[in-house]
């Protein structure tokens, strides 16, 4: 089944640029705001999925998601110190002031891209269609999107500038690697300017490891905080009159890219409780069990510094034996990443020793 998902023969791509995207969940995590979490996202491909079956298109498989952000204004107050721009509620049935709740909201342009499979025993491939049928196909799913939220905000019409190219496609991907490989140039020229989310898993456990060498009880957590924010540091240097002078400098070197804290998924808490068993559950049709963030680093890399397709998206691991429901990235970087020479320990609380950061918010007090 995995090498089935990423193998890319008789596969195709869904593109929807430029999306508008209007309150969108800003509060991503219990530890991060800002982009919603890429789980938002695959909740959506399938949610888009059922609403095409019930449209009368059910041969499309949705596989992989990727986003890329072309603008994005999270609503929070001017200032050093921001807060979250809150809502004013109309009064309640007997004229007292409705309560306020917190919730943290972002305006997006963001634009996706679906790596697709299909049903070879259903009729009607899409992939085979002539280019005009192919075409009314990608409006029918971009306005069946439009009805929907995506990562609980709406989408609104907008008029693009010139320029802007927001006419969706679907394509089929080219059996041949070489032909592949320009069809991906093509697709990456129309997302730009804008940034993919692309995870980077790889720098968390390189961090960790650099860390353990200076103090053996570093854990995950003090990796992800470390990598999550600038260190800046201070260092004599010779002056030209003979006196030393005090020299402050980050620890990111040059090149080292766009790194951001993310959520990507859940661990489990507890065992599978059957449908109905736990009291007051939202379903109780559904098994149910409870879990916690998982967190892990993740990088805005522009299209144009991508080779593959395979490199934009994100798709679903679930390993329900583990407990371990999270997003993974195909993304590879060119290149080891600079990384700093003298990490320090940021001194956070004990997290769970893992290849991927399971904290939740009981972690970080």
Known sequence: ?????????????????????QNANAISSP??????????????????????????????????????????EEQVTDGFVKNFRLTRNPVDKDGSTAAIVEEGRIHLDISLVFQIGVDDTAPGNPFTLEQAERQALAWTIRELLSTMRIAGGSVIHHQPPPGQFITPWL????????????QFR?????LLPGFALVGRDDLLAQRLQQLQQQDAKASTLDAWLDLARFNWRSHEEPGADG????VWSHDRPKGAGWLVPIPVGYSALSDV?????????RDTDTPLRFVESVYSVGQWVSPHHMHSISDLLWWPD??????????RSSYQ?????PVPDEPTVSGAPDAPESASLHAAAAAAH
Request: some cysteine; hydrophobic content about 45%; proline content about 5%.
């Open 243 to 246: 006196k030393t002078k005090l």
């Open 31 to 72: 530890l991060t705001h800002g982009f919603p979490s890429i789980t938002a996202f695959l909740g959506l491909q399938w949610a888009l999925e059922r609403k095409l079956v019930e449209a009368g298109i059910d041969n499309l498989f949705f596989e992989k998601v990727g986003v890329v952000c072309h603008w994005h």
């Open 333 to 337: 970087p060119p290149a080891p990443a």
């Open 171 to 182: 394509i089929a991907l080219d059996a041949d690697a070489e032909k592949r490989a320009e």
């Open 186 to 190: 093509k697709l990456r020229r129309r």
């Open 273 to 281: 409780h059957a449908a109905g068993q736990v009291a007051n559950a």
């Open 1 to 21: 089944m995995t090498e089935a998902l990423h193998s890319l023969v008789g596969k195709g791509l869904l593109v929807i640029p430029h999306l508008r995207v």
């Open 318 to 327: 679930s390993q329900v034996e583990r407990g371990l429901y999270r997003a």
